[in-house]
Structure formats: structure tokens, C-alpha cells
């Protein structure tokens, strides 16, 4: 996919990218590689055996508080596993050199980051969101924000997370009340509450570092008067290192991702919680965005992984297990693996066709997002920020969606055995849920696409698209792709074109509830436009061909 379909040697061509190609990129994806084979994966049945667990202890804020403070205990393996991420340098590797990073391609950093989701979704989930955390630093932060804790996070010396969802809000960001008070020292004082915090407490790092959502008293209503805060859980006072008044006061008991604690948090009880602003006041929402499209191209990925790794699963498992014989044969005939029942071959299929699409299109997405940042034409980075806004959405919620779907056929795949805990297809399945709603649910997302992305500019995003959709299917076709297949791709984005500019009209008159009713349906639908989109791209890549990847794609397609 990297080299053939989506000829990501073609960015090295980029002032940013300059001293990269294949001989760079393949050892990082090897790296990579060896991780989640070697030191993720054999962690992950016990993490998922035995998740976090809350303790108490001490109170760390004040050595006179006789309170006890909550803790939480992550598995004992995920120390080691820290050390081995940190080593490597995976939290900053598509960074740039003067930050500490690699400047690797995000196209290619996001794919190695899908062997160590393979391994251990969890594990590396302390690590995607302390990169998204650090990046937040980087982009909006001051000097001092970044010596103190950006480079700390990317030398994997400290964690980060996003702490955005209130009890009380959920997902209605709108309705956060989690307040800061300024001070004449230049921090700020929070108070209030945060929920579903991934990451939240674990003790395996020196620090963990809170970018918060909160309001600034005084501050406008709804989304246009928040604010962003680095809030560390533990801060330097003179020669000492003191508790910063964040505290833990739950614990959710998930049904998957059950290596990495998600917990309640309350900031300020003592009324000593001390945070930094990031970024200008008033716009930590605007902030906090690259950091949540970050976070949703990092779902997407998992979904892929977490189906990907399923499917081979199964594919080894009807490889091994002999059961049945074949349609027409004698009761005297041997039993035959399960692979060569036509039934369990379309389950594995379908969910390679799945697997395959996903990543076709998160690399897409990573590509795009490459090309807005780096591209030297501003014509080009504009356009290619259009694209990804556009296709975020769909890029985290196609592979969650229809993910879910190829884990149960892993599942199935299994049979009786599938649906008990001496196989790893049911952990997966449980995994593989919480993709299609944290990060924003599949109603989010479908919201965001059709009101906000799909609409803007009088639809210039869509418009866009299908210049890009066109111009691979004139290329499919140059390549020898059937012709009844490119057609499909153009009627169904000529019927998506025609959705959307109905849609449209029905929200230009007044009529929302009309519009925005449909906007779970038109995700799906334009998902399956664009995956149909993925696959010309593949095809084309590999017409007369002869080879595993070409026979493989052919099989699927």
C-alpha cells in the first residue's frame, strides 16, 4: 500500500522529507514491526486479563494531609513496554528534527503505529495521546510550556492526555463548566471536573501532563469561551516536586481497551490545581481540534489494526482446524481445513476487504494531512487541508463501523470456540466497539461531515473529491481495471453529489431536522463511495501483476 498504491517515496520529493526514502522508512516500519510482534503482544492477553486497579494511598499534596488519595496500579508488564516505546522514539516520530522527532512521513509513521496497535491497543494508546498532547505544546504553547513538558512527553519521560468530557456535558462540549481563575503569578487556578480520561493516572512515568478544557471566569458561553490548559499532575515548588491537586475519583470498569485506565478526575478540591494556558484565551476548543482530528485518524488506525489482526487470526485458524468435508463428498472422504468450506472463505474475505479498504484510506487521509503541511505550494496545502477535513470523519468511522463487523466474522470464523476466552477474536470484539464512539461517536462524526465539512464553501470539499475520485478513475481505466467497475465508482459518486446538494437545499431552508436526520446515512454512504474509490486505486496499482499483493487484492475485490 505504502510504496505501490499510494507511492509515498513521492513525498520525499518535499524540503521536509528531503533526507528520507525506502531506506529510512523501512527500518522504522521494521522497528515498528518487531515491537508489536516481540514486546506489545505477549502483553496483551494479561493486560486485558488483569486491567488497572484503584488504590489508596497517602495524600501527596501536603505531607500534614492525613486524607487518603486515590491511585491507580496499571498492569505490572506496561512498565517495560513504556520503556521499549520511549526507547525507540515512537511518541515523536513524525516530529520534526528540532523538537526531538524523526520527521518521518505521517502517511508512513501512521502505518507503523498499526503493528503496535496490533499488539496491544492499549499499551500504545499512553502513547498516541501523549503524542497528540505534546503536539498541542508544540503548535500553541510558550517556551516554557514546551521546555517544561513538551520535550519531557516526547522523550517519553512524562504521558499527556486530553481531558475534555465532564460528567455532567458528555460529548455537548458547549456546557463545560470546569473553571480557571488567573493569578497574579501567570497560572491559572482550575476547578471542576473531567471524565472518561484516558491515561489518566498509571505510574510508570515521572509525570502526567492534563490538557484541559476550561472556561476562564467571565468567559462567554458555550464553545466560543474555552480555554486549553496544561495541567500536570505533579509540579515543581522551589527545590520540591508537590501534587498539583488532581485527584482520582473513579475508576470505569470497560468492557475492552482494559490495559489503559479511564477514570474521573477532579481538579482543584484544595483549591490549588495550578494550569498554563495554551494558546490564546478564549480559543482552546480551536486548539484542542488538531489534537481530537489527530485522535480520530488514531482511531481509525486501531479499528483497522484491531480488525486486521482478527482476520489473521481466523485466516490461521481455518488454516489448522479440520472439520467437515467438501459439498458432495463421501462420508469415507478425509476431514478438510476450514478454509476450503466456499462459506468460511467469503467470512475471511469480506473481512480482508474491510482491512484492506481501512488502511487504503487512512493512508489517503495521512497523505493529504502530509501535503497540508509541508507542500510548498499554498495552493496545495490548502486544498489538501479540505480533503482531510472532509474525509476524517469517514477515515474514523468506516474502519470502526465496518471493523466491528469483520471482528464478529473472525469471531464467527472460530465457531463455538470464537465465543470463549482461550481465543483472542472476543477480546478484540470488545476492543474493537469503544472505536466506533469514543473520539466522537458515529452520530458525531456524521454531524461534523454533513453539516460542517460537506457544506462549507458550498460544498468546494465534495467538489474536490470528486476530482480526485475522477481523476483515479481515469487511471483505473488507463490500467486495465473493468470498465464496469470504474463505472460503478462514477454513478455512486454521482449519486453522493446529487444527496448533497439536496441535503443542502433542505438546510439552506431552515429545515435542520430534515437535513441533519440523514447525516448517520450520508457518512455511510459517502464511506462507501470512497472505500469503493480505495479499491480502484489498489487495482490499478497492481494490474498485470503477478504476484502475493496483486492475487490478494484480486481475491478480495
Known sequence: LLYRVLDVEAL?????????????????LATCRRLGGEVLAPTYPAMDASPPTLESRRSLWDERDEREEATVRVHPEMAAVWDALAKAGVVAASRPYAVGGQQLPLTVATFATAYLMAGNLSAYGFAGLTAGAAHLIEAFGDDHLKETYMRPMYDGRMTGTMALTEPQA???????????????????LLRGAKIFISGGDHG?????????????????????????????????????????????????????????????????????????????????????????????????????????????????????????????????????????????????????????????????????????????????????????????????????????????????????YGYSSEYLPEAWLRDQKLNSIHEGTTGIQSLDLLGRKAMAGGGAAVLALAEDVGGDCAAAEAAGVARERVDAVRAGLGRVLELTRSLGERGARGDLEGMLGHATDYLDALGVVVTSWMWLKMEAAVAGRDDAFAHGMAQAS
Not at 462459506?343 to 482491512?355: E, F, G, S, T, W
Open 12 to 28: 520525499t520529493a518535499l524540503p521536509a522529507f528531503a533526507d528520507h526514502g525506502r531506506d529510512t522508512f523501512d527500518p522504522w
Open 170 to 188: 458528555g460529548s455537548s462540549l458547549a456546557d463545560i463548566v470546569t473553571s480557571a481563575r488567573p493569578t497574579a503569578a501567570g497560572h491559572y
Open 204 to 416: 510508570f512515568a515521572e509525570n502526567i501532563v492534563h490538557l484541559v478544557l476550561a472556561r476562564i471566569e467571565g468567559a462567554p458561553p458555550g464553545t466560543k469561551g474555552l480555554s486549553l490548559f496544561a495541567v500536570p499532575k505533579l509540579r515543581a515548588e522551589g527545590d520540591k516536586v508537590v501534587a498539583n491537586d488532581v485527584t482520582v475519583t473513579g475508576l470505569i470498569h470497560k468492557i475492552g481497551w482494559r490495559g489503559i485506565p479511564s477514570l474521573a478526575l477532579s481538579f482543584g478540591d484544595a483549591d490549588d490545581c495550578r494550569g498554563w494556558l495554551v494558546g490564546p484565551p478564549n480559543a482552546g476548543l480551536r486548539c484542542m481540534f488538531q489534537m481530537m482530528n489527530e485522535a480520530r485518524i488514531m482511531i481509525g488506525v486501531n479499528a483497522a489494526a484491531t480488525a486486521s489482526v482478527a482476520y489473521h487470526a481466523a485466516v490461521d485458524y481455518a488454516r489448522d482446524r479440520v472439520q467437515g468435508r467438501p459439498l458432495g463428498a463421501p462420508p469415507t472422504a478425509p476431514p478438510v481445513p476450514l478454509i476450503d468450506h466456499p462459506d468460511v472463505r467469503r467470512m475471511l474475505l469480506r473481512q480482508k476487504a474491510i482491512v484492506d479498504a481501512s488502511f487504503c484510506l487512512l493512508g489517503v487521509t495521512a497523505r493529504y494531512a502530509d501535503l497540508a503541511e509541508h507542500s510548498p505550494d499554498a495552493l496545495v496545502r490548502a486544498r489538501s487541508q479540505q480533503l482531510l477535513d472532509l474525509l476524517t470523519p469517514i477515515a474514523k468511522t468506516f474502519p470502526a463501523e465496518r471493523g466491528f463487523e469483520a471482528n464478529a466474522l473472525a469471531l464467527q470464523v472460530h465457531g463455538g
